[in-house]
């Protein structure tokens, strides 16, 4: 039987060091319920971290320490003073080891397995507890992650974006998110909805990637469609079909409101707790809203008129062909104003003044679906967090939720 290995040459082969790094010491502590592996650094050279040429050794940092994986329930912690070595065009600097990134306080081991449970846990609450680590910490394993994500990006051409919208914090306070049609990803985030901020959103990409959108799905807010006309020479603006069935369905239950409070003033409560009956479409309707819809209908109120309205509308996208969506729009347009119920017309005169960029939905016919997926997934992230203060954050959850990136470890 072959002999037993010493304990330091056992963590030396579990921790797969090099042979300039030697386990000095392993320390246990029953009470603290922790494991110290104390390392050396034995050789008299080391390459620099800037060229790589092979230096002498100049000194050795202060005492730094890294969480390692749990050895047997029990934390694990490595400690080590780093070598610098003396460089003669960089100068004095400190040697990367081969256990941890640059400026990590954890083993590239450790930040694998919480990127992994990071990914696949229901709340950063429950996996922070597993981890037993701190908010700041997971934070921060997050961000190097996503930074390490976004660096191998490839930068291949993207021919759909989505720009949306998301609030942020209370009041009209909003991120912007650029994103990936077809790949389903959330490309970048910035702060706000101005000018600048889209502009910025658009500039995260190259001048190549720039000039390869065909076409950007959005919504009708002016700065969209500015920085789309300025950064993007060869794309067109698509006005989001959502978009527009959102502003019906709110002129829908704007005429709603109204009539409900002057019926109500009247004694007459039919329309009172009726909302979402005139928010469903009719194929998403249950036997018993069918019936209650019905019966609504029948009695001719003016909500009724803007519903039907409001549904005709769904036409125009299966015409096919700008030359009959354009015709139609006339007729619907007409209808509209013959029923004069001013928070359609509103939206009539809305759609109007963009209708250009509405057409183009018949030449690349994207919508902005995957933006609202990607919106409910933000959403369980900010849920989940409980709202954020600080934006870098709320953007390298989203990245690293929704922006699909290689974050793995790599030693």
Known sequence: MP???????????????????????????????????????????AECPECGQLCKIYDHTSEQQWRHLDTMQFETIIVARLPRCKCKEHGVKTVRVPWAARHSRFTLMFESFAIELLMHCSSIKAASSMLNLNWHAVD???????????????????????IDEKSFKAGQHYVTTLNDLDKGRVLEVVEHRTNEAAKALLESLNKKQQEQVKAVSADMWKPYANAVEELLPNADLVHDRFHISKYLSEAVDAVRRKESRELDQ????????????????????REQQKVELSNLMACEFKTSQAWALKNMFRYFWQLGDTDGASFFFEYWSRRVDEVGLTPLIDVKELLQRHFDHILTYFKHAITNAVSEGLNSKIQIVKASARGFHRFESYRNRILFYCGKLNMAISS
């Open 266 to 285: 009247a004694g007459d409560k039919r329309l009172v707790g009726s909302k979402y009956v005139w928010l469903r479409n009719p194929e998403n309707m």
């Open 140 to 162: 921060e394993i997050m961000r190097r992650a996503v930074k390490r994500g976004l660096n191998r990006r490839e930068s291949e051409a993207i021919a759909y974006l989505g």
């Open 3 to 45: 002999p037993l290995p010493s304990l330091t040459s056992h963590y030396h082969q579990l921790l797969g060091l090099p042979p300039n790094w030697n386990v000095e010491n392993v320390t246990l502590s029953i009470t603290g319920k922790q494991i110290e592996i104390r390392l050396v650094y034995t050789d008299k050279q």
